[in-house]
């Protein structure tokens, strides 16, 4: 069983797009296994798109590009490995990738050997320059099939942008996780508009294939390949917040070297994390009283979390009622509430929590029920 929790890690896209190189994967992977994001669970360092040379060798093999990756691939992935990280890599199921450069199309099987061979624990799998006349869902067994035939454990990250009502075939093929939105960008507008589209499809995340809401902005404040615009800390806040309390795969987009203390210490927020990564997979629900988003969610061992989340323009307050959270005023027990960012507890609430929220901030907590 690969995947049991969201799998987590780092991605060069978001940031870096195709100015990636040896160098800055190693010293990613430095970050990763020293700066506690490893110890947290962010496992795997996935190089995205536009790592090969522009045309395949002359017996068909995938090339990477001798000015980025001098030392070849499988040195790349000793390294990594050498770090207590998995190692991942990116292909797409057309002639060509999103950027241009060979895709797998035609040499599935061959291609996942490469990645084998080299030490590859991951692929992502892009949905670009796909022959008209074939289907997707086919291509996605196909590379599905020609991973397995490495008798390698890959995680296969199928990346077709949710197309196709891919939330209903996407486990069935064979994929560990799948993007179901677009392109991530990095600000208010795509974060909250892409959380806003995954209501409804959460229910079909759970162990072994998650949704994948896209990686993350957190910490990029509108620098790098992704950035239109940039987010605030208390946008991050709730980007971070939304991504967790939805089970999404927790793939980091920032630049280590340089990440904000502030934005550091969001991604390796414990409670967070936990909230994520809970064992029983449950969407959060959303409490449809208020036309801004409060979702809460079912957690292992008893617990719950809530998320409030202010997305309009002027500061709000919320009474949670906590009849939609399943209390009535009969049931002999009430709520307490722990802030997932400062630890803090309420007092015992028995029929409202009233939640008081900056506009575009959250609130998050964990709540437990207590006998009165
Ligand atoms: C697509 C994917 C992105 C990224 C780029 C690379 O747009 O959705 O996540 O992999 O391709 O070109």
């Given at each position: 069983m690969l995947v049991n929790t969201p799998p987590m890690g780092w991605n060069?896209?978001?940031?870096f797009g195709e100015n990636i190189s040896d160098a800055l994967i190693r010293e990613m992977a430095d970050r990763m296994a020293e700066d506690g994001y490893l110890e947290a669970g962010y496992n795997y360092l996935v190089i995205d798109d536009?790592?090969?040379?522009?045309e395949r060798d002359e017996n068909g093999y995938l090339v990477p590009d001798p000015a980025k990756f001098p030392n070849g691939m499988k040195a790349v992935a000793d390294y990594v490995h050498s770090k207590g990280l998995k190692f991942g890599m990116y292909s797409c199921?057309?002639?060509?990738?999103?950027?241009?450069y060979p895709g797998s199309y035609g040499h599935e099987y061959q291609d996942a050997q490469t990645f084998a061979d080299w030490g590859v624990d991951f692929l992502k799998y892009d949905y670009c320059?796909?022959?008209?006349?074939?289907?997707g869902d086919m291509l996605y067994r196909r590379m599905s099939m020609a991973l397995k035939a490495t008798g390698r454990d890959i995680l296969f990250s199928a990346c077709n942008?949710?197309?196709?009502?891919s939330e209903k075939w996407m486990r069935s093929v064979g994929?560990?996780?799948?993007?179901?939105?677009g392109d991530i960008a990095d600000n208010f507008k795509s974060y909250t508009d892409i959380a806003a589209s995954q209501e409804y499809k959460?229910?079909?995340?759970?162990p072994q294939c998650f949704n994948d809401m896209d990686m993350l902005i957190v910490g990029m404040y509108g620098k790098?390949?992704?950035?239109?615009g940039g987010c605030n800390d208390a946008e991050y806040r709730q980007h971070f917040a939304l991504w967790c309390l939805f089970s999404s795969p927790l793939m980091i987009g920032a630049d280590l070297r340089t990440l904000s203390a502030e934005s550091k210490n969001l991604l390796l927020n414990r409670n967070l994390i936990a909230i994520d990564q809970d064992a029983e997979v449950r969407p959060a629900f959303r409490i449809?009283?208020?036309d801004l988003p409060v979702y809460f969610k079912h957690l292992s061992g008893g617990e719950n979390a809530m998320g409030v989340f202010n997305t309009s323009e002027k500061d709000h307050t919320f009474y949670c009622p906590l009849t939609d959270f399943?209390?009535?005023?009969?049931?002999g027990y009430g709520m307490i509430f722990t802030d997932v960012f400062t630890g803090e507890e309420s007092a015992v609430h028995t029929a409202d929590f009233p939640v008081s929220v900056p506009a575009h901030d959250c609130r998050v907590y964990k709540v437990r029920l207590v006998k009165l």
């Open positions: 060069s896209w978001n940031t536009c790592w090969s040379l522009r199921v057309g002639i060509r990738t999103c950027a241009g320059h796909k022959p008209a006349a074939t289907d942008w949710g197309m196709h009502e994929a560990h996780m799948y993007r179901s939105t959460q229910c079909y995340g759970a790098g390949n992704v950035a239109l449809l009283k208020w399943g209390l009535c005023e009969n049931s």
